[in-house]
Every structure is written in structure tokens, then in C-alpha cells.
């Protein structure tokens, strides 16, 4: 499985926008970008993913290097329940199924 | 709707111990999967299905059986407890995706609120 590489810590003041990245200089032609969070004693929950175009949702946008062997994610304004661990993952489009590999993230602190 | 449910939340038992963690879905989903979560670490997958009859292994699958009967329940089973394995367990599911999926959705995995096992 390619790898993904995360700052492990970064702070945003509340209200502002936050960029979290990652690099990912090994990814195949097939695999996917996802992003997940980790809000405190919960699971997981799916943020956005993209293949090779900048994607937006309610949530976030993801921007995709041109060579995609980077992408960030970007929280527009963020706000004190923005507070997680941000999960950057690659998933293979040809596997069958959703196996997900899990890194250690990024905690994302956001002050008031 | 209730989308993926773990029992139980919290469970303490002693070394040696076989016990068995629950996990059902309602939204038809094929895949399903376990992780385990120790203090400060990502999430390590244990075992997966992509539908009745399959499972197969994922990063850390010692020590612990699973088996897919219905589509909507995946138990995951300690057959001799070790204190290794004191962790926060996560049940996930999802639609399959994939080329042979032959539809191109989100991938949405979701999870369940976990289950804190203590071993001692």
C-alpha cells in the first residue's frame, strides 16, 4: 500500500481558515485520496476524497497537487468543534472492497 | 436509522477469557471491517468482509476470529484474552467500491462508537 506522510500536530485560531497536508509521493495511477476525522471518543467519520480534481463539500475542499503526490485538505473557517485527528489515506480503486489503512493523522488544535 | 451499532460499549475481562464483540448494520452494506485503536495511535485493521461467507485478514488479525453469516452482523471473537489486548475496538461498514463494484460511490466507511475492552 502507498504511504501517506502528515505533520503530526497543527494549530488554527478559531474563525480561520486551516490548511492540513499531505504527501503521498508514492501513489499509483489507481489509488483514491480520502480524508477522515477522529473527533474525541468517537469513530471515524468520512470528510471528503478526490482523484485527481479539487473537490468540494459541505464539510471541506480537498486541492490535489497536479502530480498528485500531494494534497491538502482545507477547512474554510474553523471552529472549536473542528477539534480531531485528521485521517489522510489512499485507497486503490481496483481493490474490491474498502480496505483502509489507517496512519497516525494529524491532531488539529483550534483555539478560541 | 441506526447505522452501525457495537456491543457492548465497555467490557473488563481477565486473562484467558473468550468473549465475543457485536456488530450489526442496517444500511445493506457489503463490506464490513474491525479496528483497533491504542492510546495515541492510529487505527489498526484487524479483520474485513466484503459479503456473507468472506472474510479475510487485515494488519493484526492474531488472536482473533470473525465470521460473516448475514449480511448485516459481523461479530469479532477473543477466543483466549491477553492483556495485549486492551483496546478501543471500532466496527466499520460500507458499500463496496471498486471497479468491479461497477458503480462509482463515495466509499463512505462508517463506523460504530467503539468498544472499550480491558484486559487484566
Known amino acids: 500500500d502507498a504511504k501517506t506522510t502528515q505533520p503530526n500536530s497543527m494549530e488554527s485560531n478559531e474563525e480561520e481558515p486551516v490548511h492540513l497536508p499531505c504527501n503521498h509521493s508514492?501513489?499509483?495511477?489507481?489509488?483514491?485520496i480520502h480524508w477522515y476525522r477522529q473527533l474525541p471518543s468517537q469513530g471515524p467519520e468520512y470528510v471528503i476524497h478526490?482523484?485527481?480534481s479539487n473537490v468540494n463539500n459541505r464539510m471541506a475542499s480537498l486541492a490535489i497537487a497536479e502530480d498528485r503526490k500531494s494534497s491538502t485538505l482545507i477547512l474554510h473557517r474553523a471552529t472549536l468543534r473542528d477539534a480531531a485527528v485528521y485521517y489522510c489515506?489512499?485507497?486503490?480503486?481496483?481493490?474490491?472492497?474498502?480496505?483502509?489503512?489507517f496512519g497516525a493523522g494529524t491532531i488539529l488544535r483550534v483555539k478560541s | 436509522n441506526a447505522g452501525v451499532t457495537q456491543t457492548p460499549k465497555f467490557q473488563v475481562l481477565k486473562t484467558g477469557q473468550s468473549m465475543t464483540l457485536q456488530c450489526a448494520q442496517d444500511?445493506?452494506?457489503?463490506?464490513m471491517s474491525w479496528y483497533r485503536q491504542d492510546p495515541g495511535m492510529g487505527l489498526r485493521l484487524i479483520h474485513y468482509?466484503?459479503?456473507?461467507?468472506?472474510?479475510d485478514q487485515g494488519e493484526v488479525p492474531n488472536g482473533y476470529n470473525v465470521s460473516r453469516s448475514t449480511t448485516e452482523d459481523f461479530p469479532l471473537r477473543l477466543l483466549s484474552a491477553a492483556p495485549s489486548q486492551t483496546s478501543v475496538y471500532f466496527c466499520?461498514?460500507?458499500?463496496?467500491?471498486?471497479?468491479?463494484?461497477?458503480?462509482?460511490?463515495?466509499?463512505?466507511?462508517?463506523f460504530g462508537e467503539g468498544s472499550r475492552l480491558t484486559v487484566l
Open positions: 468482509s466484503v459479503g456473507a461467507g468472506i472474510t
Open positions: 444500511m445493506n452494506h457489503e463490506y
Open positions: 478526490g482523484l485527481t
Open positions: 489515506i489512499l485507497r486503490d480503486v481496483v481493490e474490491y472492497g474498502n480496505k483502509l489503512v
Open positions: 508514492t501513489i499509483s495511477g489507481t489509488d483514491y
Open positions: 466499520a461498514s460500507s458499500y463496496s467500491v471498486g471497479i468491479e463494484a461497477g458503480e462509482m460511490n463515495t466509499g463512505e466507511l462508517f
